[in-house]
């Protein structure tokens, strides 16, 4: 069974300050997919990246990045040079690349969330 | 604009009374999700469906039904058998269900009263 861990519930930090999310994972398949959402308070989850396990380059987004580790089964993300505005929820999710049980369509599994607010 | 319009934003519900909850997309995208989200968790699958006329039960399904008529609307019904059903639920798409990103709806937070 696949399973998302981040294990920090709640980050504060001050504008402009660097600030790292964790996530780990479990998965038995060799073929699998992890991916970013950011949940601002309207609600609605924002893709923000989706990366698959046969590539561990580290990915540049603007002021995000994100740090894969096949190894330690880590994917993690960070925020350089917080902003107000990047207060929210993040989550972080994994679907398995083999076949569903209807042999169809496949699920994401999410961790609980990291309440990340940044202070001005 | 393309996207995925959830209906309504809030809902009050007496106990006992069934509900339906509207999801629908303008996206051409086959794959649909049911998602619920407690405070302090993450998202849990209700229901979701790969293609019209086909869906799937979820981890959480109990209490919950839905249907696929048209490729655009994937409605949840909320039943008087859900015995907890105060939360949060987030409809999604996809283009299909190989992995590609999820577009999520802006929810709809329903409370039993």
């Known amino acids: 069974a696949q399973k998302v861990t981040q294990a920090q519930t709640e980050i504060s930090v001050v504008e402009k300050e660097d600030v790292t999310l964790d996530c780990v994972y479990e998965?038995?398949?060799?073929?699998?997919?992890l991916f970013w959402y950011k949940q601002p308070p309207s609600g609605e989850l924002v893709f923000l990246i989706r990366r698959n396990s046969f590539d561990e380059q580290n990915e540049i987004s603007g002021r995000y990045s994100w740090n894969f580790q096949k190894s330690t089964s880590s994917f993690n993300f960070t925020i350089t040079a917080s902003q107000v505005v990047d207060s929210a929820v993040y989550f972080c999710a994994l679907s398995e690349g083999g076949q569903g049980s209807s042999g169809s369509a496949r699920q994401l599994t999410f961790g609980s969330g990291t309440q990340l607010t940044v202070l001005p | 604009d393309g996207g995925i319009t959830q209906s309504p934003k809030y809902l009050f519900r007496k106990e006992g009374q069934n509900v339906t909850l509207s999801c629908e997309q303008n996206?051409?995208?086959?794959?649909m999700y049911w998602y619920r989200q407690d405070p302090g968790q993450g998202l849990r699958l209700i229901y979701y469906?790969?293609?019209?006329?086909?869906?799937q039960k979820g981890d959480i399904a109990e209490g919950y039904s839905v249907s696929r008529e048209k490729k655009e609307s994937f409605p949840l019904t909320v039943t008087s058998a859900q015995k907890n059903p105060t939360a949060f639920y987030l409809c999604?798409?996809?283009?299909?269900?190989?992995?590609?990103?999820?577009?999520f709806g802006q929810g709809t937070r329903l409370t039993v009263v």
């Open positions: 999604a798409s996809s283009i299909s269900g190989t992995l590609t990103e999820a577009f």
């Open positions: 998965t038995r398949d060799t073929t699998y997919y």
């Open positions: 996206l051409n995208h086959d794959a």
């Open positions: 469906s790969q293609i019209v006329n086909d869906f």
